[in-house]
């Protein structure tokens, strides 16, 4: 069965303090892995896809990386606007994401 | 703003009522969704709308009953609710099945 585990569950962050938010992924063929980022009372906002190990991508202070059983996403000199809850999904066939529980992170001034 | 738009944003319904949510695109994507998601949890998958056709239905109950009139539309019929559906129910689109998901912000529902 397809599990993704985020880990923490929780970021507190001081303003331009950098960290890293963990997915790890058991998917049987995975077909992309996709980071969103979630703001209360809206949906999820699309960030990144993933295909294959090594591959990286960059949008403003989020970098996202993917290994063959795990994904980080890096957050460098983080900004109040970048609290949110950040999801990675996967996809094991054409249709289906998959999402893991999310981590939820604050940044304070 | 998202260019995937959901209407209403909120409802409360009865369990007896009968309401129908909204969801609308514009970019030309011919595969669409609906999820449900529980709060603190993410979401789940409900049904995948492709070329305007119903291709999945993760066992959802019939008291859902989803429809796409068109390529731009899709709508989720609601009859006889029970209060465990209350949840914020999210449309996505994609240009085509294998291609990354966007989604609207999503109905918040509550069943009294």
């Known amino acids: 069965e397809d599990q993704v585990t985020q880990s923490p569950e929780a970021l507190r962050l001081q303003e331009g303090e950098s960290s890293s938010l963990n997915c790890s992924y058991t998917v049987s063929g995975l077909r992309g892995l996709f980071w969103y980022r979630q703001d209360p009372g809206k949906g999820p906002e699309f960030l990144f896809t993933?295909?294959?190990a090594g591959e990286e991508k960059e949008k403003e202070r989020l970098k996202a990386t993917l290994t063959k059983k795990e994904s980080f996403l890096h957050i460098t000199a983080p900004k109040p606007e970048d609290s949110a809850t950040y999801l990675c999904?996967?996809?094991?066939?054409?249709?289906?994401?998959?999402f893991g529980a999310g981590t939820t992170v604050t940044v304070r001034a | 703003d998202t260019e995937v738009t959901q209407t209403p944003k909120h409802l409360v319904m009865g369990m007896t009522n009968k309401k129908s949510l909204k969801c609308e695109q514009h970019m030309g994507h011919r595969a669409m969704y609906w999820y449900k998601q529980k709060a603190k949890k993410p979401p789940e998958l409900m049904f995948v709308?492709?070329?305007?056709?119903?291709?999945i239905n993760e066992s959802v109950p019939s008291r859902f009953s989803p429809e796409c009139p068109n390529s731009s539309l899709l709508n989720l019929h609601l009859h006889a609710l029970q209060p465990e559906d209350s949840a914020l129910y999210l449309c996505?689109?994609?240009?085509?099945?294998?291609?990354?998901?966007?989604f609207g912000d999503g109905t918040r529902l509550s069943i009294l």
């Open positions: 709308y492709s070329y305007e056709k119903l291709s």
């Open positions: 993933l295909y294959s």
């Open positions: 999904a996967v996809r094991p066939n054409d249709y289906k994401l998959s």
């Open positions: 996505a689109s994609s240009q085509v099945l294998n291609q990354p998901q966007h």
